[in-house]
């Protein structure tokens, strides 16, 4: 089965929105469906009993190490004499706006979504070819 590579991104981005967990998403390798679930309020009716062989969870961003540590990466390419200045920025909360802020003042933003674009389709596509799922777009 072909798994439409729009769909996994979908879910990807709704399981990484709000805090860790609060959303998740499965992908059902017979189907091609995927399953929504907010604690918030059921999207979709997930089974009672998960089959592993049938159904794959979505990763988060934080399984496919496309948090601090793509920041880190990404300044390590465009921004080099300011590694020091974000790895600092990421020991204490609220990184990710101070991070912005830092992208803004240096005429990074655009590039800083281009490559986090591209890592991230990375990621979901090698987690795909991973899993043996064939994707499509």
Known sequence: MTIDYKAIEE?????????????????DRVTGAVLLHSESGDLDEF?????PDR????????ELH????????????????????VLDLFSRKGAYPRFKQ????????????????????????GWCAARGLSVAG
């Open 55 to 62: 159904f794959l969870e979505i990763p988060t961003r934080s």
């Open 47 to 51: 089974p009672e009993v998960i089959d």
């Open 102 to 125: 830092f992208l803004d003042r240096n005429g990074l933003v655009d590039r800083w979504y281009a490559y986090e674009g591209e890592e991230t389709e990375k990621a979901l596509r």
């Open 11 to 27: 879910a990807y981005e709704f399981v990484s929105a709000g805090p860790l967990y609060e959303h998740s998403a499965l992908l």
């Open 66 to 85: 496309l948090g601090k540590t793509l920041v880190l990466s990404f300044v390590a390419a465009y921004a080099p004499a300011a590694f020091g200045e």
